[in-house]
């Protein structure tokens, strides 16, 4: 070990430190702080040479409750510092708060997620040789810091022994950063904070944040979209035009990034935390089902949250209940958990659950003429409905699954009105439906253009017409001619008495995912722009919404 700075020269928090601690754990209504703590600066070595940096947060205890790892590439200061560091040495936790490759003063070439299981493995292999170690140490972190748990997991160490992974991916190949289509906006997005994060002219850092939005749209708008993209990112994320040059995700390209062998080899329990309107809820609820398949001890707790709300509205309830899991499976206290899946649904409350997802009956709804959706068959007869996309102007994204602040729950009034978009309402509801598990859009689609996309949403329209989001479905590449089959994201929902369903269906959702140009070209080089005009055939219920759902909440029996 290179200590940066020993333990007689370690800093302790001030008094002013210690005092908001204490405010903000009344606050959010956390357990008590049981110890003060120092913090040193380390340098951990890697195979290859280089060393990277992190912080050793050491609570003031002849008993400490354990030792946490943490892996980030955002930087050791706030809000994760407080977050997960602080918040964890004050109740007793030795904690290795370290900055990943070629970020915040570790060494190497920062490439995103391409060294994190060698890095991981060589910390734990340092970890377990210093004399304040526990013997054993669990993982906590969201978003990229889940995907670095991932990463340990590829090959798990004996002395890891539980984790609490939020948000976290653990396939980041593609980079399909949730189904369909290429992530656009929130791929370039991060990659373009990323890259700038640790610019030292603060001031100028911060007319770039202050205009991030527009520069982002103004890149995902222009043609072609390398040379757009390029003019945001300058000289920064050289690994975008790579990531673009390889669409496939079973490309050995992204080998280091598609950590699908890390579900099968985990043994320890692990506590999943997401949101319905965050951009990895498939992929946290794909880990919860295969570890729950392999009878490994998973907990998976999902609010009515996006990406973001992880660290500001949900942060109470992420600590609590990370505190307890760690608590539970590091110091053998006894967990407060009733269940092991614990949902919100949105408009309903909290409800637990021995697993996810729960049975449901199945309500079916029909696409029908006119823009009306009901529960009777249309007849064979029926006229079709049709649209038609056009890439010079692409359908664009309202709310949803997105990393960026405008996504979550949105109204979308002004997305049901475009030409470009087809819609189909239900009658008022005559009482409430529960909609837990996963929606399904079967539709008869044809396209007078081979090269297009299909999106589709679940909205709810209120008492007074007002509509909002609530579920999503993307394909990329539909079908010429068939019925296609496409899965919206999970939802726990509660849709009151006196609203109405609606479903749209569009030709994509731009900047969400790239846009379908309507043409084979490559994505990253091509100016060309052809429309596709969209066939729905709803004669004889060919066209139908399936929904999960039922008059009560699923029991937790």
Known sequence: ??????????????KARRLAGRTAARLLRLPPHTTDFTVSRVRVPMRDGVELMADHYAPATPDPAGTLLIRCPYGRGFPFSTLYAGAYASRGYHVLFQSVRGTYGSGGEFMPMSHEIADGADTVAWLREQPWFTGTFGTIGLSYLGFTQWALLVDPPPEMKAAVITVGPHDTSGPRWGPGSFGLNDFLGWSDLVARQEDPRRVRLLIRQLNARRALARATTGLPLGES???????????????LAHPEPGDPYWSAMRLQQALDRAEIPVLLISGWQDLFLEQTLTQYQRLHERDVEVGLTVGSWTHTHLTTKAAPIVLRESLDWLGSHLSGRRSARPQPVRVHVNGGGWIDLPQWPPARPEVVRYLQPGGRLGDTVPPETAPPSTFTYDSADPTPTVGGRLLAPQGGYRRDDSLARRPDVVSFTGDRLPADLYVVGTPVVELAHSCDNPHNDLFVRISEVDAKGTSRNVSDGYLRGAPDSATVRIELDAVAHRFRAGSRIRVLVAGGSHPRFVRNLGTDEPVLSSRRLVPATHTVHLGDGASRLVLPAGPRPPSGD
């Open 1 to 14: 070990m290179t200590e940066v700075s020993s333990p007689a020269t370690a800093k302790p928090r001030s």
């Open 229 to 243: 993209a390029r003019k945001l990112l300058g000289t920064g994320a050289p690994w975008f035009e790579d990531w």
